[in-house]
């Protein structure tokens, strides 16, 4: 039997609840059927994300590759078909995967991320990378408007004395139900979650893109996770406004996309990221107060 020792952040992943405490109890057995049946030699330590653990491995030919098992949430359970459908243009290459166990045989990239580069270059990659992920989106993903539904009534239900300026909550109920109707809401395949730490270095490119969280939707979605991601370095700036501002419009210049659109979303975005604070079971004020200077600085 191949021996498996968890990581310590991925045994702290049982503090999340009974779900995630299953999952990381069948994790080894999950993982170890993986490598014997995919024919898989452990090539480094075990690692993990926020929802998955990986390793290097080495296949029978002996091509270095990555072995991702995932937590089964509902936002990358179509993760394995958008980068088969993306078929390494500008992602990670896919090689082999198993949706039924989150099991993923993926191109081994480098360790160094866009949270390398100066943010403005790196808002400038990812820009550029939209055009190229951003094909027909395939039936599967779960569809940006039926999403904004579900928004939408979390935003109906929040009490008037919630610590979200109620204009805010206003404005993003309006600008749900402009969008919710709007034919192109839906239709285009998002990474869902691209950000600095999503973006690798690798030998085929410069940088390839990891860990998508897809849905079928509008490109003008995407930018927001650029502007809260490496938040310690726009409070370090001693100028958030700005900060935030020439981030915001260098992925959308790079990108090539439309000012006000993109900014009706990464309103949205950021002040649901509030809503869903609010929700926690001890909810963070520098997280709320971040998302409502986020808000702010794109629309003054």
């Known amino acids: 039997m191949i021996p498996l020792e968890l990581p310590a952040g991925v045994l702290a992943m049982t503090a999340r609840g009974d779900d995630w405490s299953a999952w990381v109890a069948a994790l080894p057995g999950t993982f170890r059927g993986v490598l014997e049946e995919w024919q898989l030699t452990l090539d480094g330590p075990l690692n993990h994300g926020y929802c998955s653990m990986v390793a290097p491995v080495r296949t029978a030919s002996g091509r270095p590759a990555v072995l991702k098992v995932g937590f089964p949430d509902r936002e990358s359970e179509h993760e394995a078909l958008a980068l088969q459908h993306w078929h390494g243009n500008g992602a990670v290459q896919l090689l082999r995967a198993d949706p039924h166990r989150r099991a993923m045989l993926l191109e081994r990239l480098h360790e160094e991320t866009l949270s390398e580069l100066w943010d403005l270059e790196a808002c400038e990659v990812v820009g550029e990378r939209y055009a190229r992920l951003h094909i027909p989106a395939p039936p599967q993903p779960r569809r940006l408007s039926a999403e904004l539904g579900r928004w939408q009534g979390q935003l109906q239900a929040l009490p008037r004395n919630a610590p979200i300026p109620r204009r805010m909550v206003e404005q993003c109920l309006a600008i749900t139900r402009d ?13 869902g979650d691209l950000h600095y730490d999503n973006v690798l270095a690798a030998d085929r490119e410069p940088w390839l893109v990891i860990d998508p ?7 003008h979605f995407e930018p927001a996770p650029m502007l809260w991601n490496r938040w310690d370095e726009v409070v370090g700036s001693g100028d958030v406004r700005n900060a935030v501002r020439r981030r915001f419009h260098t992925i959308v210049d790079a990108a090539g996309l439309d000012e006000d659109r993109a900014r009706d979303w990464a309103v949205l975005r950021v002040v649901l990221n509030a809503v869903w604070e609010l929700e926690e079971r001890t909810p963070d004020p520098t997280g709320i107060t971040r998302s ?3 808000a702010k600085a794109v629309q003054e």
């Not at 192109?184 to 395949?189: A, C, E, P, R």
């Not at 969280?213 to 490109?219: E, F, I, N, Q, T």
């Open 292 to 294: 409502i200077t986020i």
């Open 213 to 219: 969280k897809p849905l079928s939707g509008d490109p």
């Open 179 to 191: 969008l919710v109707d709007d034919p192109v809401t839906d239709g285009v395949l998002l990474h």
